[in-house]
């Protein structure tokens, strides 16, 4: 058996609680070890405010151009104002992949890593070390993706165990 799950959320902080309690509930149901849940409701919470900090303009905050070199803004503002998470929980693995509409991530940001004491820029590389597999990429026009992955290990009695 597997699970899978999409969500098309507004561009607010109250979104990000809501994506990771779902997550987390979905996950305990089925019966997943609780620090592999932990560790990707954590990287997921990071993806989700990734996409309501930097997901684009809301439709009407007067902020409708892209970031620099990065390319045209969406056709439609009001596009901005929501973003799209997807989870898979399928056999052995969970894949998580939080997308928005926004001007999608200058070139330098997947390409470098924070220091780490930074205040701000660290959730890309949270991410990647809390998942087996990370990949961040952009979708010209379209906005930024932020997909990952990790191999499930099962609590005693699980549901949806692997066989």
């Known amino acids: 058996m597997s699970i899978w799950w999409s969500l098309h959320l507004r561009r607010e902080a109250a979104s ?8 987390l509930g979905t996950m305990e149901t089925a019966g997943v070890d609780p620090d592999i849940s932990f560790d990707l409701s954590v990287a997921l919470s990071e993806a989700c405010a990734n996409a309501v900090e930097h997901g684009g303009p809301v439709a009407g905050d007067g902020d409708d151009a892209p970031a620099a070199g990065v390319g045209p ?6 596009a901005c104002a929501a973003y799209r998470v997807t989870a898979y929980l399928d056999g052995d693995r969970c894949r998580i992949e939080v997308s928005d509409s926004g001007p999608g991530f200058p070139p330098t940001t997947v390409s470098r890593r924070r220091p780490a004491l930074a205040e701000h820029g660290r959730g890309l590389s949270l991410i990647a070390e809390l998942a087996d ?20 290990k099962w609590q005693d009695g699980a549901l949806l165990k692997a066989s």
């Open 16 to 23: 990000v609680p809501l994506a990771r309690r779902l997550l």
């Open 73 to 78: 803004a969406p056709a439609d503002p009001a």
């Open 133 to 152: 597999h990370a990949r961040f990429r952009n979708r010209p026009g379209r906005g930024a993706v932020v997909s990952f992955d990790k191999i499930l």
